[in-house]
């Protein structure tokens, strides 16, 4: 289920919205069989605390010089081995998390839901510091260099110091009423730093003191009603030889020169995600769940894969020269690039779990501690031959092909 939020001056009120009535009538797809020509092997799991909790979060794992960096929503935050899974360290901010986990500079940064951004040790997991930002942030802080831009659920985009959190500047955008629950992660390009928002706008700001470069409408809000009106900018904004793709819901796929700021093409489309590019075409994941296969400069269709939809698909990453998303059920995926055929998945299956011996009769069940949900809403992380995925009860593996 995709959610929205409704934002009226500083509060916010959610609600949940299908894509579709025909889709909420027939729902998603059933899985039919496929002719596996790639075969995924699990070479460890863990469970990580408590999972992505029941705010919508998407705690993206981080990998870096053969560590992965993850958390859970109820604070707990740690370093495991890319190849054994062993902790390296484990810390517990004492918070809810909302954002993780992204990496640079020696530290970590997650943020909080009551408006915090915090900085840990990446060597022994320690606070280094904490920065109030005061609204809820969605979307994983981004580094570069000693700055680090964070996006928040109200519209607002902050540059900090990674020394010491320090707020650099600010951007307000216009808000409108209703959007997606969620926000796109801005992206830094030589002097600019490029953000989307639910005003379907996409910026060029300049990345020393925030000034408006440019800006472009990705969608149009159309129709009577709020929901009508919606547009949207929630997804991957991709940066590829001096253009940026973007696609919105209920707007458009774009291609923007990012020497002058323009559109060099647009064609409709309708997605919760950012786009992909590989072999001369851009991919994306429509809202019915459609992946879609354009040709970068004609903008005309290669091919869709339609076999998979409603399945609440996340956004894909490229993998071993394949397209590799995950589903409601914890399926993994394995597409194609030139003709999406699907060659190849693989479902999460949770480890045995422990019971807890705790307080009178000595025996707490372990249901207690997280939901029962192996679906996976967060995107699939790349390190090399290695995929990580993590399901939203907290359930992380990482799988090889064989």
């Not at 840990?120 to 510091?129: A, K």
């Not at 607002?156 to 307000?172: E, I, M, R």
């Amino acid at each position: 289920m995709r959610l929205l939020v409704a934002m009226m001056f500083l509060g916010l009120a959610a609600c949940s919205s299908n894509d579709t009535k025909e889709q909420e009538e027939l729902g998603p797809k059933a899985l039919t069989g496929i002719e596996e020509e790639l075969q995924l092997s699990q070479q460890w799991r863990y469970q990580v605390g408590s999972g992505m909790g029941t705010g919508y979060a998407r705690l993206q794992p981080a990998s870096q010089a053969g560590q992965i960096y993850v958390a859970s929503a109820n604070g707990l935050v740690e370093s495991l081995s890319l190849e054994s899974g062993s902790v390296n360290w484990s810390t517990d901010v004492e918070a809810q998390l909302t954002a993780a986990i992204s990496v640079g500079n020696s530290k970590g940064f997650i943020a909080t839901d009551d408006g915090d951004v915090i900085a840990l040790n990446l060597v022994d997991g320690e606070e280094v510091w904490r920065s109030e930002i005061k609204a809820e942030v969605l979307s994983v802080p981004v580094v570069h260099n000693n700055q680090l831009a964070v996006q928040t659920v109200d519209g607002q985009l902050y540059l900090l110091s990674t020394d010491n959190g320090k707020v650099l500047w600010s951007f307000d955008s216009n808000l409108p009423t209703l959007s997606i629950r969620g926000t796109s992660q801005p992206v830094f390009y030589q002097n600019m730093l490029l953000a989307s928002f639910a005003n379907g706008k996409v910026v060029g700001l300049n990345a020393k003191n925030g000034a408006i470069l440019w800006q472009e409408r990705v969608g149009i809000p159309a129709g009577r009603s709020e929901l009508e009106r919606l547009v949207d900018v929630d997804g991957r904004l991709l940066v590829k030889d001096d253009m940026l793709f973007v696609v919105g819901y209920q707007g458009h796929v774009m291609a923007i020169d990012l020497r002058s700021g323009k559109a060099k093409w647009k064609r409709e489309a309708s997605s919760y995600h950012g786009p992909l590019s590989g072999l001369g075409n851009i991919y994306m994941i429509s809202d019915n769940d459609h992946i879609v296969a354009i040709d970068e400069q004609t903008t005309n269709d290669v091919w869709s894969q339609t076999d998979l939809e409603g399945r609440q698909l996340s956004e894909p990453v490229l993998f071993a020269n394949h397209i590799a998303f995950t589903d409601y059920e914890g399926y993994i995926h394995l597409i194609k690039q030139v003709d999406g055929i699907i060659v190849g998945r693989e479902q999460l299956v949770r480890p045995p779990i422990n019971w807890v011996r705790t307080g009178t009769y000595e025996l707490k069940h372990p249901s207690r501690q997280f939901a029962y949900d192996d679906g996976i809403r967060t995107k699939l992380v790349v390190d090399g031959d290695h995929l990580i995925t993590i399901s939203n009860s907290g359930y992380l593996s990482v799988f090889t092909l064989n």
